[in-house]
T-cell receptor, first 114, second 114 residues
Framework: AQSVAQPEDQVNVAEGNPLTVKCTYS??????LFWYVQYPNRGLQFLLK??????LVKGSYGFEAEFNKSQTSFHLKKPSALVSDSALYFC????????????FGPGTSLSVIP | NAGVTQTPKFQVLKTGQSMTLQCAQD?????MSWYRQDPGMGLRLIHY???????DQGEVPNGYNVSRSTTEDFPLRLLSAAPSQTSVYFC?????????????FGAGTRLSVL
């Protein structure tokens, strides 16, 4: 069965330190990979996506993500965390059958400590 | 540019009542979807539509109906509300035709069924 895992429910990091939010997936074929962020009482907002090409993808607000095909992972990273980065982060995988299919991971809550 | 608009923002229902969650988008997107968000489970797809007049079931369709008479609107109907349907509901839209298109989310409807 197709699935997306985010192995950490919660990630805590000190402001100014690098952060990593992990995502692994099990989807056949060559799916497209996305990261979305959700701030309290808001809908999800797009951060970045991987389609093809360079394994390091740059997105909004200084975030980047590294795609690893052999490990089927797509980890979200930022070199220097800000308190304002504290939010819920979702990894999503999308692929095409007869129609587009998408699965979201369970989410990882990121807390950046001043 | 309003994007994706969901109404109401909050709703309390009694078991057995019916209601309709509204979703409208002004971006001329072909794809629209309804998700529910429950703690630790990410977003789960309820129903989706690939264009006016075309809908299909997602992962958790039981107890919900949808229709798509126009490109702009995609209402979600709860036929007979149950406490298990207490959740936060998100509507999303995207351009059709490409699986790498990003999704745009509404701000959500928080539903409690007593």
């Amino acid at each position: 069965a197709q699935s997306v895992a985010q192995p950490e429910d919660q990630v805590n990091v000190a402001e100014g330190n690098p952060l990593t939010v992990k995502c692994t997936y099990s989807v056949s074929g060559n799916p497209y990979l996305f990261w979305y962020v959700q701030y309290p009482n808001r809908g999800l907002q797009f951060l970045l996506k991987y389609i093809t090409g360079d394994n390091l993808v740059k997105g909004s607000y200084g975030f980047e993500a590294e795609f690893n095909k052999s490990q089927t992972s797509f980890h979200l990273k930022k070199p220097s965390a800000l308190v304002s980065d504290s939010a819920l982060y979702f990894c999503a995988v999308r692929w095409k059958t007869s129609y587009d299919k998408v699965i979201f991971g369970p989410g990882t809550s990121l807390s950046v400590i001043p | 540019n309003a994007g994706v608009t969901q109404t109401p923002k909050f709703q309390v229902l009694k078991t057995g009542q019916s209601m309709t969650l509204q979703c409208a988008q002004d971006m001329n997107h072909e794809y629209m979807s309804w998700y529910r968000q429950d703690p630790g489970m990410g977003l789960r797809l309820i129903h989706y539509s690939v264009g006016a007049g075309i809908t299909d079931q997602g992962e958790v369709p039981n107890g919900y109906n949808v229709s798509r008479s126009t490109t702009e609107d995609f209402p979600l109907r709860l036929l007979s509300a149950a406490p298990s349907q207490t959740s936060v509901y998100f509507c999303a839209s995207s351009y059709g035709g490409r699986t790498d298109n990003i999704q745009y989310f509404g701000a959500g409807t928080r539903l409690s069924v007593l």
